[in-house]
């Protein structure tokens, strides 16, 4: 993995540095298809047809649209993406259900094109913002680049041609903020993949989360099973976060902004927050694409929070079509309609629910919320979540322990770490807003030495991606050193696989 990494990072610095000399727009944009197809085809060989082949038929299906916008020619397109996405996706599933000696069974062994939801998603996306009359000219290059660019076509986030196409037809040469920008979210992006795989893993063979999800499901107590989905929580999360951070970044050295995929979900004092900071670019899709028109066939209320079940049942089949995800689906649906329904009891009884106890339960009820749905997401089986459930029901089961007790100390650091970085980032905000105050109101206070003190904080504040980005590097270095982390499940191509 850290040689694929290293040919990947070689590569995308060759990509740069050709693309600093090139002048023209066009020129620019060939060398950026040209190497997204390379790269795709690094990851996922001859499968990279599949690619082509939804790229051409939905720039094809974007200009008859064009030509004529229908509701029969848009669901014609939303048909035939979905065709393909299920041929992949959902036909292994039947091989796996089928009996072994029935010709069925060898679908399972049917390979499935890495991002292909994600790209999909983009398709129709273009589809929906042309019906809605979205003035989008993509020529056929700039089209494929949508679909197959590099640094989004694994794991997202899902981008959309409106926001898109403008940056790949801009003009371009390197500025500071976007060289300091993009090497600070790679470096932290590439800090928090490797805390996902150390906590995997586990500090030794056999003491991750990986191996406490493969131990029978009984034996788990009420304790175990909350550190086991809080611990998971944070690995997803600093796995396909970290790994957004490093798209992000990416983009961001070549002067693209693509759109942010999480903002400290986590701290999320209700579950509607939730979705607005969690898969940032997956939920704003579901909502504007899904959700809305759903919600908007009819007025009653009861249909309104129908249609949210709905929407997020369908974010549940998307990750996977098996019995677990829909349930993961169908019970934030219910979170979600279970939080309007409270929001509209507070507005009946005028009931005052603010200040900083209330923030607490709330956050407290949320985040427990949340990781309880990860039972559903994560589970190899429907006889474990049920343990796990049935063990954090149970007031007796918390009387012992039994997952090794570096697991403990783990979800606990990685908690306690998140929570502290997040608090640091805003007190870093906070000084530097400060320093820049008394700076405006009293400008003979630089010439003073407490002014040059101020003024040292506000340029570390500032200009922190100087001192962060090397502390997280080392750090990085010394944990890949000590731990030398495997496999992780939740790795830099979990979500390509979903």
């Known amino acids: ?47 990279i047809v599949v690619l082509l082949f939804s790229s051409f038929m939905n720039y094809a299906l974007g200009e008859w649209l064009k030509k004529k916008i229908t509701s029969a020619r848009l669901w014609t397109g939303i048909t035939l993406n979905l065709a393909l996405l299920s041929v992949f996706k959902y036909l292994p599933l039947v091989g796996v259900i089928a009996p072994s000696d029935s010709p069925l069974s060898s679908l399972k062994r049917m390979v499935f094109p890495l991002g292909i939801s994600f790209w999909t998603f983009q398709a129709l996306s273009y589809l929906f913002e042309l ?57 932290i992006g590439l800090l928090m993949a490797l805390l996902a795989a150390i906590m995997s893993g586990g500090l030794y063979p056999g003491a991750g989360i990986d191996a406490a999800f493969n131990r029978p499901a009984g034996q788990l107590s009420g304790i175990d099973a909350w550190c086991l989905i809080v611990g998971y929580a944070f690995q997803l999360y600093f796995s396909f976060g970290g790994y957004c951070h490093i798209v992000i970044g990416a983009a961001r050295l070549f002067g693209i902004r693509v759109q942010e995929n999480f903002n400290r979900p986590y701290l999320s004092t209700t579950i509607s927050i939730f979705w607005t900071r969690w898969h940032m670019s997956l939920s704003f899709w579901i909502r504007d694409f899904l959700f809305l028109p759903l919600a ?20 549940g089949v998307w990750h996977k079509g098996s019995l677990l995800l829909m349930m993961w689906g169908a019970y934030h649906g219910i979170l979600l309609v279970l939080h309007r329904q409270w929001q509209e009891f507070r507005k009946r009884m005028g009931f005052e629910w603010s200040g900083f106890l209330a923030s607490g339960i709330s956050w407290g009820l949320t985040f427990a919320a949340v990781c309880v749905g990860y039972i559903f997401f994560r589970s ?98 010394y944990l890949s050193v000590i731990f030398k982390p495997g496999h992780a499940e939740t790795g830099p191509v979990m979500y390509a696989l979903f």
């Not at 009861?302 to 997020?312: D, K």
Request: net charge neutral; hydrophobic share 55%; glycine share 4%.
């Open 1 to 47: 993995m850290t040689i694929e990494l290293l040919w990947y990072a070689i590569g995308v610095i060759v990509v740069w540095l050709a693309a600093m000399r090139l002048r023209s727009v066009a020129a620019r944009q060939w060398l950026y298809l040209i190497a997204s197809w390379i790269f795709y085809f690094s990851w996922g060989s001859w499968l």
């Open 131 to 187: 019906y809605r009359e979205e003035e989008l000219d993509p020529t056929v290059r700039e089209f494929c680049l949508y679909m197959a660019f590099w640094p989004t076509v694994l794991q997202g986030p899902i981008c959309r041609m409106s926001s898109m196409l403008p940056q790949f037809r801009q003009d371009w040469s390197v500025t500071e903020d976007d060289l300091k920008t993009g090497v600070r979210r790679v470096s």
């Open 296 to 315: 908007t066939m009819r007025r009653e209320v009861w249909w309104r929070n129908l249609s949210l079940v709905i929407a997020m049942f369908v974010f």
């Open 380 to 477: 190899e089986s429907i006889q474990q979540a049920v343990a796990m459930l049935q063990a954090m029901a149970s007031i007796s089961t918390y009387r012992h322990l039994s997952l090794d007790h570096s697991l403990y100390a783990m979800t606990f650091l990685a908690a306690a770490g998140y929570f502290a970085v997040i608090g640091s980032a805003a007190m870093l905000n906070s000084l530097g807003e400060f320093v820049h105050r008394q700076a405006d109101h009293s400008p003979a206070l630089q010439r003073t030495l407490r002014g040059r003190m101020l003024a040292a904080l506000g340029a570390l504040a500032d200009e922190r991606w100087v001192w962060i980005t090397p502390v997280v590097i080392v750090i990085t270095l």
